[in-house]
């Protein structure tokens, strides 16, 4: 349905502090102060929660039981299960999932509208953050780019990036009606060195 993707890039847009962290910086190489790399083993993968316990991952589908750290811009609020994981978005692919979870840590999520998370990722269960990105991989839009300090030392090791695009999975600006429903792609990058490298991109087309 098209009220999935809407609510796709409306995710994308809000769970970043960009929409506040003053005026937009242009987007091109990124460069940053030498630091030693982190590797992420697995599929590290977004996911939100609200309230009322449901919420959404994009990647690959999420399992029964896997749990997600959930993190605000100042601290690491806690870990959710997912209880069961149903796709979101029907068309030629998917990779939107509208998910369950259990709140076996009894996180405070009253009054959350939406709580942004890592799935496949260890993070400082203090410190980790959501961090502000200034710039963004090969010419992709910054205001839909979500960074990501996972052990609290101040620096995005993860950005998320989702955007609109074409068949190449290349950056495209596209208009959203009744009538067109632009193909939409989402991208992981880490911290290697003094540039970010792309752990995975997942491609969604005729997402209905």
């Keep these: 349905m098209r009220l999935a993707l809407l609510g796709f890039l409306g995710f994308?847009?809000?769970?970043?502090?960009?929409?506040?962290?003053g005026p937009p910086t242009k987007a091109g190489k990124v460069v940053r102060i030498e630091r030693r790399s982190k590797r992420f083993g697995g599929e590290p993968r977004v996911c939100s929660v609200s309230s009322t316990m449901v919420g959404y991952c994009y990647g690959t589908q999420p399992q029964p039981g896997n749990t997600v750290s959930f993190m605000d811009a100042t601290?690491?609020?806690?870990?959710?299960?997912i209880d069961k994981a149903d796709p979101a978005c029907k068309g030629?692919?998917?990779?939107?999932?509208?998910?369950?979870y259990r709140n076996d840590a009894a996180v405070d999520f009253a009054g959350v509208d939406s709580?942004?998370?890592?799935?496949?990722?260890t993070v400082d269960p203090h410190n980790a953050k959501i961090v502000a990105v200034d710039e963004v991989p090969r010419n992709?839009?910054?205001?839909?780019?979500?960074?990501?300090?996972?052990?609290g030392?101040?620096?995005?090791?993860?950005?998320?990036?989702?955007?609109?695009?074409?068949?190449?999975?290349e950056y495209t600006v596209a208009?959203?009606?009744?009538?067109?429903?632009?193909?939409?792609?989402?991208?992981m990058w880490y911290a290697s060195?003094?540039?970010?490298?792309?752990?995975?991109a997942d491609h969604m087309s005729n997402c209905y």
């Design 12 to 21: 994308a847009a809000l769970v970043g502090p960009n929409a506040d962290a």
């Design 75 to 81: 601290h690491t609020l806690g870990q959710a299960t």
């Design 92 to 100: 030629t692919s998917n990779a939107m999932w509208m998910v369950h």
């Design 115 to 121: 709580a942004t998370g890592l799935l496949d990722v």
């Design 140 to 151: 992709r839009p910054i205001e839909n780019a979500t960074g990501f300090d996972v052990d």
């Design 153 to 169: 030392d101040g620096r995005r090791d993860l950005e998320f990036l989702a955007f609109t695009c074409d068949d190449q999975g």
């Design 175 to 187: 208009s959203l009606s009744a009538t067109n429903i632009p193909s939409t792609c989402i991208e």
């Design 193 to 200: 060195g003094q540039t970010f490298e792309r752990l995975h």
